[in-house]
Structures are given as C-alpha cells and as structure tokens.
C-alpha cells in the first residue's frame, strides 16, 4: 500500500506506508509476524509503535493533532 488510512474517534491517521518502507527498510518494525495484516493494529498497537518510534528516534509525529486530523 502506498498510503494506509487508519479511521479513529479523534480523526483518522493518515499513514504513509511506501515512505516508511523506503525509509526504515525493515518491515519486522512493523510487521512481526510478516507482511500483510497487522492484527494487533489499533489505538495501543499505534501509540506504542508508532508514537513510540518518533519519541524514541526525536523524529516524526508525536502530538494528537500531528497524526489525527478530521
Ligand atoms: C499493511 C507490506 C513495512 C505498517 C501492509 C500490507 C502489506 C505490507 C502487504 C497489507 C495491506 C496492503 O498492502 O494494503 C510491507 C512490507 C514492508 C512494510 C513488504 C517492508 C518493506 C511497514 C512498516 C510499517 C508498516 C515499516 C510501520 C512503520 C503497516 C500498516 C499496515 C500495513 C499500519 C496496515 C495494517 C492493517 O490494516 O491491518 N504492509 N510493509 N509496514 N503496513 Fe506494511
Ligand atoms: C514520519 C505516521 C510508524 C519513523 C511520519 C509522518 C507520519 C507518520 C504521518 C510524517 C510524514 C511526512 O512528514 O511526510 C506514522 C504512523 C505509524 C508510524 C501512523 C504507525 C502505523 C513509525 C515507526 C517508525 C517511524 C514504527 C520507526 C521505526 C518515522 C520517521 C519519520 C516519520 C523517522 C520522519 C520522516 C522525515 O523526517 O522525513 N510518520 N508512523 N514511524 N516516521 Fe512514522
């Protein structure tokens, strides 16, 4: 996928899938279990994984409003 859209109460993600593949070069961050459907993907899944990288590398989205948008 190029670009993934997450829906959420508070807005919807708007993930850019082909960037961070380009960019990070390892699906395993992501995708543990191998490519395809993330069954774990939801509020706590994104906010440990993915907030938690941009924390973590100062690089990246890391407040409510950066991610969600209505
Ligand atoms: C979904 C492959 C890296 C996050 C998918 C899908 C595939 C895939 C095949 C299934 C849905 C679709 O294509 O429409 C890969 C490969 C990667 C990679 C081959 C490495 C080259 C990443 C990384 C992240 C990520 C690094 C996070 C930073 C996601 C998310 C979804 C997804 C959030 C949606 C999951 C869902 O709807 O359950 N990926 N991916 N992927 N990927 Fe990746
Ligand atoms: C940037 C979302 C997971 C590393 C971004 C951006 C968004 C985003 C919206 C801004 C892109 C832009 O400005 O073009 C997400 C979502 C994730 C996720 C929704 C989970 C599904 C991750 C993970 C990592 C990561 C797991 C690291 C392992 C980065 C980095 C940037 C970034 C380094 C900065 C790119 C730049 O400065 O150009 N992310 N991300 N992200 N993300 Fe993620």
């Known amino acids: 996928a190029d670009v993934v859209?997450?829906?959420?109460?508070m807005g919807k993600v708007t993930?850019?899938?082909?960037?961070?593949?380009e960019?990070?070069?390892d699906c395993?961050?992501?995708h543990e279990k191998g490519p395809g459907?993330?069954?774990e993907?939801?509020?706590e899944w994104a906010h440990r994984t993915c907030?938690?990288?941009?924390t973590q590398?100062?690089?990246?989205?890391?407040?409510?409003?950066?991610?969600?948008?209505k």
């Open 5 to 9: 859209e997450l829906p959420a109460s």
């Open 15 to 21: 993930f850019p899938h082909k960037k961070h593949q």
């Open 23 to 25: 960019m990070l070069r």
């Open 28 to 30: 395993t961050k992501c």
């Open 37 to 39: 459907k993330i069954a």
């Open 41 to 43: 993907l939801g509020k």
């Open 51 to 54: 907030k938690g990288c941009h």
């Open 57 to 69: 590398l100062g690089r990246g989205p890391t407040a409510c409003k950066d991610c969600h948008k």
